[in-house]
Structures are given as structure tokens and as C-alpha cells.
């Protein structure tokens, strides 16, 4: 089957109404305090704080498309506590307490992007229901008691995560062969579409100029080259995450990858209680290739999973559209997962990207030789991490600028973290293809041989992403 509109951006714009009008393009060259690069959440959210700090500040965002183009207008909303990084990296460099007081923060984000949305009057359909991820093969369900244990170790338990058996997950969402899961309530369903639009005009309401239809070429110290103009700034921030590697001198800095959802007819009472999804959970599995889903506002299940992972080159689609193979890819396993979803029509498909460094970790960081500062690489978790990110920044430049408050922000495990660059093509482009389908073959293999081992393929590709 397929989708009634493939691409438009996403499903989120066409469910209040279409796209947005433009704002006004860089009418040539500009000076001001602060450049930033890119209106998603990370811009967005990083003039945000920076102007309830220091209102005199004088911000100028640049946008290639419009405020909330990229995957911030897109991705499954998801607003999510958990620190899907790897612990052990970070600590390395840092040391157990700084992950502890990492994971603690993205916690306390959540509330944060709650708090402000009610504040600022930014209506983004926000429940928080908390996260289930659902084991259905044998495999998966050690996989899931791997991840509790695992995250007790670092000082994460009831009840901020909890082991849920097979009952007591079916009491949540009866889905199909589901085994067990694990459910923190440290997340929250919101559309995202509708949180960056309100964003972006409350930003505006704070003086910040937001320039769209300008293409950044170039990005060197106190210089940000568009092909509308130049802006001339003390700092400059790079807030692009996925489409970074259009942008000149950053072409192997961050993996483009591809994410893909598709939005279902809203469903009926009838529905929902044969799927036994009583709350506002998010819910994801722990497949290899795993899935991301929400039940939205309107009574439709949101689902995301992987689909084409990368494209050759780190190019990036024009306006969303994904293919059609994807699309079946993503009916097949809401099916599989919900039988009596069989027929459900899809009214929405869409991708976006999002960014991966070369060790699979966020980071924020703000140069301050040259002023230029950056944030993201959040590998699919940059709803909740773009907030603290962006406080992290404001944080970083109020200090550069003399300021005497002190941000806690500022020494996490993730500031200033450099990481290797990406392999060259065609490597990439072999590297990450032979990955997902590695994975695929090893969750296919998980499910028809019915055991526990999860399989050696996906241990060895994940070892040879670096994600291990
Ligand atoms: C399908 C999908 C599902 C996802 N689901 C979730 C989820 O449920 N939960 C979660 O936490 N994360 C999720 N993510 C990831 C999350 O959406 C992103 O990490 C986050 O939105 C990144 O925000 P950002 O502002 O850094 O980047 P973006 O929102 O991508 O914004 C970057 C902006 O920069 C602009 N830009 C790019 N190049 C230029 C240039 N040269 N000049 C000027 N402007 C430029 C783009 O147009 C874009 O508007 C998902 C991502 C996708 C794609």
C-alpha cells in the first residue's frame, strides 16, 4: 500500500494546516552579536536563552528553507529523558560522576521544555506518558534485562526505570509475541512541527532577526558567507545537525542519517482498545533496526524506523519524500506489531536526517579562539538534548563574554568532545549500508530462530560502527 502524501516535509505540518509563509531573506551584509546557523531546535532554543539573559543582545539566525525545515519539524516526537550515548565513552575523559549529572540533566530537560512551552504559550500537544520499549523476540527480551541491569550500574532504577514483564507490558499495549519490556517515566509525546513553529515566534517576539531562504556557504572565524550577504559576528554557531555536511570544511564531521515515518488514518475507539494502548506511552522496540512510535493528538500512530540509512555522498532529500520500499518496510512492522492494524490506510509518509559522529555522541562546544561554537550529532535523541545543548551554549558564550553566572551546563561530559571524522566515500556509503544490512538480516534472524543470543552479525557490525 501507500501513502496518501509522501514528502510535504512531514505529516506534523500537514496536521495544522500546511507549511508556513517565509520570513524574509538576508537583504545583504549584517553585523551582529550572535550568528546562528540553522533554525531547528538547537538555533532556536540556543537564542532563546541567550536573550532571556542578555536581552541586548543582537541575534541573526540563518535558515537555508524556513524555521523548522530540517528534522526538527519532522522526527517522532519523542521528548526523551533517556542518554541513549554510550556512558563508558564519555566517562572516560570525564569520569562516572559528570555521566551521572549528564543523565540527571537530560531528566530535568524534559520538565524544562514542558515548563517553557506553558510559559512562552507554545501549544505542542504535550503529554508526558513516559517511554515503553518492548521486547518481542527472545533476543530482544534479553537485550531489554541487559539495558536495566546495565543502567543500574550507573545509578538509573525504580523508579525512574523499570523491568516490566510480560502481563505487566500488556497492560500498557497489548502488542503482538511481546515478551517484556522496560518503561521510564521520563518522556513525554509531543509534535514536534507545532514546537518549533511556536519556537521560532517566540524567538522573534524576543528581537531576534530569523532570516530564511539563506543558504550559508560558508562558516570561517567572525564570518558566516550566505548567498544573500555576509553576517559578521563575535560568535557564530553552527546549529545544522544533520545537513552539516553541506556546509564547507564539514563534510565528514556528521553522518546524515536517514529516518522515515508514517502516520496512520486516526483510529477508532474500537482500534485503540483491540491494541490495548490505553496511555500516551512512546513506544519503541529493541530491534536492531529498531522502531519509534506515538499516538498523536488526533488518535493516529506516528511510526519511524530507519529505511534507506544513508545517501551516497551525505546528501540530504529536497522535502521529505521517502521511498515506497520504506514505506511498506514501516506497515510491515506496525502489522506485525498491531494484527488488527492490517488495512489501517497511511495518510502520511515522510524522512528527514539526523546527525551521527564518528563515536556515535553528542556534543556541544564553543571555540573560543575563533567564536564559533556547535551542537548536535544527538544520533536520533535531539529532541530533549537540543534544549540542554542550547543552554550549554548560552551558558559557554555569557562566560567568554565575562559574565559572572555560573551554568552548570558548562562542564558536562559532552562540552568541547572532539571525535574523528567520518571515512571518506565511497567507505561511508559502504560502511553504513553494510551495517543496517547486517542489522536487518540479524533482526530477521532474532525472530525466525526464536533464541536468546543476539546474533553475531549484529554484534560484529555494531563493533565495526564504532557503537560498541
Ligand atoms: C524522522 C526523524 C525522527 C526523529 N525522531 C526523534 C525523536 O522522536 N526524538 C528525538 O529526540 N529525536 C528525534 N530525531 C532527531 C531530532 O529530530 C534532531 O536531532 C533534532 O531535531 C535536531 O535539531 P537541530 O536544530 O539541531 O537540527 P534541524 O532541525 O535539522 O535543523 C537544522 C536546520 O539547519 C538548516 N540548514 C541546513 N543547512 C543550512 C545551510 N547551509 N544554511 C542555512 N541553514 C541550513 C536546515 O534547513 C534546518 O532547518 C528524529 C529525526 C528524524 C529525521
Known amino acids: ?16 494546516g500546511g507549511l508556513p509563509q517565509f520570513r524574509a531573506a538576508l537583504a545583504g551584509d549584517t553585523q551582529c552579536d550572535v550568528a546562528i546557523v540553522g533554525a531547528g531546535y538547537t538555533g532556536l532554543w540556543t537564542a532563546y ?18 524555521a523548522g525545515f530540517g528534522a526538527s519539524g519532522r522526527n517522532g516526537g519523542w521528548l526523551s529523558g533517556e542518554m541513549g550515548w554510550s556512558r563508558e565513552r564519555y566517562a572516560e575523559k570525564t569520569g562516572r560522576q559528570s555521566v551521572i549529572d549528564l543523565q540527571m540533566a537530560m531528566w530535568s530537560t524534559v520538565d524544562e521544555v514542558i515548563d517553557v512551552c506553558a510559559h512562552e504559550g507554545i501549544d505542542a500537544d504535550i503529554i508526558k506518558g513516559g517511554s515503553l520499549q518492548v521486547a518481542t523476540t527472545a533476543a530482544q527480551a534479553v537485550r531489554v534485562r541487559e539495558y536495566v541491569r546495565h543502567e543500574a550500574e550507573w545509578g538509573v532504577s525504580a523508579p525512574d ?22 518503561f521510564t517515566p521520563h518522556a513525554a509525546r509531543i509534535q514536534p512541527a507545532k514546537l518549533v513553529q511556536g519556537l521560532a515566534r517566540v524567538v522573534e517576539g524576543l528581537g531576534v532577526r530569523i532570516c530564511e531562504l539563506t543558504t550559508v556557504t560558508e562558516i570561517s572565524p567572525h564570518r558566516v558567507v550566505t548567498n544573500r550577504g555576509t553576517v559578521s559576528a563575535e560568535y557564530i554557531i553552527r546549529a545544522t545537525e544533520g545537513f552539516t555536511a553541506g556546509i564547507k570544511g564539514y563534510r565528514r564531521e556528521w553522518l546524515p542519517m536517514n529516518s522515515a515515518m508514517i502516520a496512520t488514518e486516526p483510529l477508532s475507539h474500537k482500534q485503540w482498545s483491540q491494541i490495548g494502548w490505553n496511555g500516551y506511552e512512546t513506544l519503541g522496540d529493541a530491534a536492531h533496526g529498531y522502531m519509534y512510535a506515538q499516538r498523536t493528538r488526533e488518535g493516529r500512530i506516528a511510526i519511524g524506523g530507519r529505511g534507506l540509512p544513508y545517501r551516497f555522498g551525505s546528501a540530504t532529500d529536497s522535502n521529505g519524500r521517502t521511498q515506497a520500499r520504506t514505506v511498506e518496510m514501516l506497515e510491515e512492522i506496525l502489522v506485525r506489531m498491531f494484527p488488527a492494524l492490517a488495512g489501517t490506510r497511511i495518510d502520511h509518509a515522510w524522512c528527514g536526517v539526523l546527525g551521527v559522529p564518528r563515536d556515535w555522541c553528542a556534543t556541544v562546544g564553543l571555540d573560543p579562539k575563533t567564536g564559533i561554537g556547535w551542537a548536535g550529532g544527538y544520533v536520533g535523541m535531539g529532541v530533549t538534548t537540543s534544549n540542554l545543548a542550547a543552554r550549554t ?8 563574554n565575562g559574565s559572572q553566572e555560573e551554568f552548570a551546563e558548562t562542564s558536562l561530559p559532552w562540552v568541547n568532545r572532539r571525535v574523528r571524522k567520518w571515512e571518506p566515500e565511497p567507505f561511508r556509503w559502504l560502511g553504513v549500508h553494510g551495517l543496517y544490512t547486517m542489522f536487518r538480516s540479524a533482526d530477521r534472524s532474532e525472530r525466525h530462530r526464536g533464541t536468546e543470543k543476539t546474533s553475531r552479525k549484529a554484534q560484529v557490525a555494531a563493533r565495526i560502527a564504532g557503537r560498541d
Not at 1 to 16: E, H, L, P
Not at 55 to 60: A, G, M, Y
Not at 393 to 399: D, E, F, P, T, V
Open 161 to 182: 526505570l523499570v523491568f516490566l514483564d510480560r502481563s505487566e507490558t500488556k497492560a500498557r499495549v497489548d502488542a503482538a509475541d511481546v515478551l517484556c519490556s522496560s
Open 393 to 400: 551554549l548560552r551558558g559557554l558564550i555569557l562566560a567568554q
Open 1 to 16: 500500500m501507500t501513502a496518501g502524501v509522501n514528502g510535504d516535509v512531514s505529516f506534523w505540518y500537514a496536521d495544522f
Open 49 to 66: 536563552y541567550l536573550m532571556k539573559s542578555d536581552p541586548t543582545l543582537r541575534i541573526v539566525i540563518v535558515e537555508k528553507e524556513f
